[in-house]
T-cell receptor, first 112, second 116 residues
Framework: AQKVTQAQTEISVVEKEDVTLDCVYETRDTTYYLFWYKQPPSGELVFLIR??????QNEISGRYSWNFQKSTSSFNFTITASQVVDSAVYFC?????????FGSGTQLTVLP | GAGVSQSPSNKVTEKGKDVELRCDPI?????LYWYRQSLGQGLEFLIY????????KSGLPSDRFSAERTGGSVSTLTIQRTQQEDSAVYLC??????????????FGSGTRLTVV
């Protein structure tokens, strides 16, 4: 069975601070995919990134970066120089190509 | 269309009534998923369709819930004899099949169901 844990329920930071959202996963599969999604107050889920289990290379996209470590089963997400528009619920998810299992989400609030 | 379309966007129904929720996936996406998100909660998997294969119904919470997908495109999620605990946002997602699907699932904006 798959499981995704996002231990941080809520995080609040002041604008321009860096913030890291934690994600720990469990799976018996050797091939799997990890995702991050953003859900702003409007409600739609926005795809941010996908990582496959054979690619541990960290990725940076603008102010976003992701740190994938198989040794600790973690796939953490860092936002540098946070902005008010980053306020949203962020979900980490794990896929075995059939079912996408979500974590419970982290509510990020960026204060001006 | 350009994205996943869900209708209605909001639905208020009386306890005990049946409801139908519709999902129009992205053209060419053979995989379709239904999820449920209760207030302040994560996403709960309900059902998965892939092409002509038998659907994975393992997430349906009770036999009051059913879903079908006609012609490999539009899907309808039906909830019979609705209960207050069915109140949630029902999200539909579609993707390309197989490993290609892992480029990301595109979600619709959801149907907010309120059972009163």
């Amino acid at each position: 069975a798959q499981k995704v844990t996002q231990a941080q329920t809520e995080i609040s930071v002041v604008e321009k601070e860096d913030v890291t959202l934690d994600c720990v996963y469990e799976t018996r599969d050797t091939t799997y995919y990890l995702f991050w999604y953003k859900q702003p107050p409007s409600g739609e889920l926005v795809f941010l990134i996908r990582r496959n289990s054979f690619d541990e290379q960290n990725e940076i996209s603008g102010r976003y970066s992701w740190n994938f470590q198989k040794s600790t089963s973690s796939f953490n997400f860092t936002i540098t120089a946070s902005q008010v528009v980053d306020s949203a619920v962020y979900f980490c998810a794990l896929s075995d190509t059939r079912q996408l299992t979500f974590g419970s989400g982290t509510q990020l609030t960026v204060l001006p | 269309g350009a994205g996943v379309s869900q209708s209605p966007s909001n639905k208020v129904t009386e306890k005990g009534k049946d409801v139908e929720l519709r999902c129009d996936p992205i053209s060419g996406h053979t995989a379709l998923y239904w999820y449920r998100q209760s207030l302040g909660q994560g996403l709960e998997f309900l059902i998965y369709f892939q092409g002509n294969s038998a659907p994975d119904k393992s997430g349906l919470p009770s036999d009051r819930f059913s879903a079908e997908r006609t012609g490999g495109s539009v899907s309808t999620l039906t909830i019979q004899r609705t209960q207050q605990e069915d109140s949630a946002v029902y999200l539909c997602a579609s993707s390309l099949p197989g490993t290609a699907s892992n480029y990301g699932y595109t979600f619709g904006s959801g149907t907010r169901l309120t059972v009163v």
